[in-house]
């Protein structure tokens, strides 16, 4: 499989997010990030990107700007806004905080995904379970934005879904993250918009149901 090209033309980090001329946009291929794995990513518009769960019932979280201004940034509340649902399906499209479309849906094998926003950080395992220090979905995604050469300081819970994660809704108000449902081969495919800065964190909370207490590998394809 080929490798996708997340690097720019002089190392990791742009001078000037808003020239697209010193930009690496991923190249057709796939890859496979292995449990707990990041991938960063610049996409143009018209290009697909494919998230594949491999052995089923893992979650991916990811994060997206535009690249003519890294400012405006995914945002999961508008996006639930213009469905008025909780879950991504085909066909519906993911917005930006300025309501501009970012991805259509294109094929939603599962059609369960967490649209509340937010993503496992050593914060948030802090005061739900007791544990210091874990690694989180946040600290690859804030390696993504380096990567990319932007601002990691940005990054905000709203600008987060998390594919493929299973959270009920209960009568009563309550909230409960139980196993995916995705079999092994499950995927969903996103058509960029517009040129996008995109970051994924193959989801390595162990803490709670979401990833079935057994982080598996995820293939991620561009076309």
């Known amino acids: 499989m080929t490798d996708l090209l997340t690097t720019t033309d002089e190392g990791t980090h742009m001078t000037d997010a808003h020239d697209t001329t010193t930009i690496a946009w991923a190249e057709p291929g796939s890859t496979v990030l292995a449990p707990k794995e ?66 259509r849906v294109v094929r939603d094998d599962n059609g369960i995904h967490n649209m509340t926003g937010g993503y496992c950080s050593k914060y948030s395992n802090s005061i739900r379970y007791g544990v ?7 600290d690859n995604l804030v390696g993504d934005w380096r990567e990319l050469g932007l601002d990691e300081t940005k990054i905000n819970p709203d600008q987060c879904i998390s594919l493929f994660m299973n959270i009920i809704h209960h009568a009563d108000g309550r909230m409960e993250i139980v196993e995916p449902t995705t079999k092994a081969g499950d995927c969903i495919v996103l058509e960029a918009l517009d040129d996008l800065y995109v970051g994924l964190s193959n989801c390595p909370e162990e803490h709670n149901p979401c990833n079935a207490f057994h982080v598996t590998p995820m293939q991620v394809t561009v076309a």
């Open 38 to 103: 990041r991938l960063a990513l610049a996409l143009r518009r018209g290009q697909t990107l494919t998230i594949t769960d491999l052995e089923g019932q893992q979650v991916m979280d990811f994060i997206a700007s535009m690249v003519s201004d890294p400012d405006e940034r995914l945002s999961a509340m508008f996006t639930r806004v213009s469905s008025g649902k909780w879950d991504l399906n085909e066909g519906y499209t993911i917005y930006s905080d300025r309501c501009r479309p970012m991805f």
């Open 132 to 138: 210091e220090e874990t690694w989180g979905c946040l």
